[in-house]
């Protein structure tokens, strides 16, 4: 059995400080008093909060790797997003030829290499390519598409279809809605110019969440509600959100906490090849996008993806909202997690796989566990084990 003592612990519905949680078989046995084992691992960990491990819904690519072009990369990636705290995570394939999410079904079909012990990939999040043209942000219009059925029939969660993106004005849209939502993807709107008449129908079509809120979709108009009218005042409507202050304005940001609340947020990335990496130019589905310090974009300035961490926007979405930690917290583990109907992972509570993240008082992340097990210690972390028995 493995025991760790720990400044605070968020499961993240509570918080308890000075607080033990024990793991057995990769499971979480109990929180709050240590617990008596025949054998014992034990780790003292005063400066470090635990956390449930991130799940993260849309992410493009990271540390050189673009999705849409080498979805064969995904678990190389996965290994690495362990040292940012994901424990779970949907690699988005945006805009692009259909043969290429045929290709990513495949990969995701063939299964984890053997010993993989990186972040979940429970499967994808489609991005495109039935959007509208005139919120294609940095997508790529010569691929975009009208939805019919034939071109979905193999779109289903034991494929690795997991989270479909599209505009649900367009022709055909609904039906392919309906479809999928019975199918039991998490269908979000997004990359839309939809009235608000044309979003109530896609909610009683399936549709359940608003891809990154604000970005790529009709501005709010005080006299013509649209998408984001609709999804900032609707409660059973889950948005994404880019809290790196460059998406979205501060202000902005603060306005989508008032309005949602707890629970209806879910945080992301958006992060494309260049996360983990230096600046320079690299790759987001074919097109070669400019990335700096803070912003990737492509030649014209289209933002193209972000850079963004999750512990970076975890800490933005606290400073812009003046929330308590836990509730931002949720917007990284519980809502994706529930989203998605995740048997594991976004939380911490008795029976659940032991999927955790020890970050420091600076928001780093020190450690990463999953199902019970140390997969990633930083460098300058102290996480020793002591044995007992």
């Given amino acids: 059995m493995i ?6 612990i968020y499961t993240p519905d509570r918080v308890s400080t000075q607080a033990f949680i024990n793991i057995k078989h990769g499971k979480v046995l109990s929180i709050g008093e240590p617990a008596t084992s025949d054998s014992l691992t034990v780790y003292d960990l005063p400066d470090y909060s635990l956390v449930p491990g991130f799940v993260e819904l849309q992410i493009n690519g990271a540390f050189g790797v673009d999705f849409t072009n080498t979805p064969d990369q995904i678990w190389q990636v996965g290994r690495r997003l362990i040292e940012l705290g994901i424990t779970t995570f949907l690699p988005t394939i945006i805009t692009s030829p259909l043969s290429a999410i045929t290709n990513a079904m495949q990969i995701w ?4 290499p053997i010993g993989y012990n990186g972040a979940a990939i429970p499967g994808f ?9 005139q919120k294609k942000g940095a997508h790529r219009q010569e691929f975009f598409r009208k939805p019919t059925p034939a071109e979905v029939s193999e779109w289903i969660p034991s494929n690795g279809i997991r989270m479909v993106t599209l505009a649900p004005e367009l022709p055909g849209a609904l039906e392919i809605i309906s479809i999928l939502s019975q199918r039991g993807i998490l269908v979000s709107a997004g990359h839309s110019n939809a009235s ?12 359940s969440a608003g891809t990154h809120i604000f970005n790529a979709m009709g501005a709010l108009d005080h006299r013509a509600a649209n998408l984001v009218s609709v999804l900032l005042t609707e409660d059973h409507l889950k948005v994404g959100l880019i809290a790196d202050g ?6 902005v940001v603060k306005i989508v906490q008032r309005c949602k609340g707890k629970g209806n947020i879910f945080l992301v990335s958006d992060a494309m090849a260049a996360l983990g ?4 130019k690299y790759q987001l589905a074919g097109r070669e996008v400019n990335v700096n310090e803070t912003t ?9 993806g972000s850079i963004l961490t999750a512990t970076e926007s975890l800490r933005n979405f606290v400073k812009f909202t003046q929330c308590s930690f836990e509730e931002a917290l949720q917007c990284w583990t519980t809502t994706p997690a529930g989203m998605l109907h995740l048997e594991n992972g976004g939380r911490l509570t008795i029976g659940q796989q032991a999927d955790l993240v020890a970050l420091d008082d600076h928001g780093r992340v020190a450690g990463t566990m999953i199902k019970g097990d ?8 102290k996480i020793e084990e002591k044995r007992i028995n």
Avoid: C, N
Wanted: hydrophobic share 50%; charged share 15%.
């Fill in 125 to 133: 999040h489609v991005e495109g390519p039935y959007l509208s043209l």
């Fill in 3 to 8: 025991q760790i003592k720990a400044q605070s």
């Fill in 296 to 304: 990737a974009r492509l030649e014209d300035g289209t933002l193209a």
């Fill in 246 to 251: 460059i998406h979205l304005a501060p202000e």
């Fill in 374 to 381: 140390w997969v990633f210690i930083a460098p300058w972390a």
């Fill in 109 to 112: 079909l063939s299964g984890a």
């Fill in 277 to 280: 990496l230096s600046p320079g």
């Fill in 196 to 207: 608000a008449e044309q979003v109530r129908r896609a909610m009683e079509a399936g549709i």
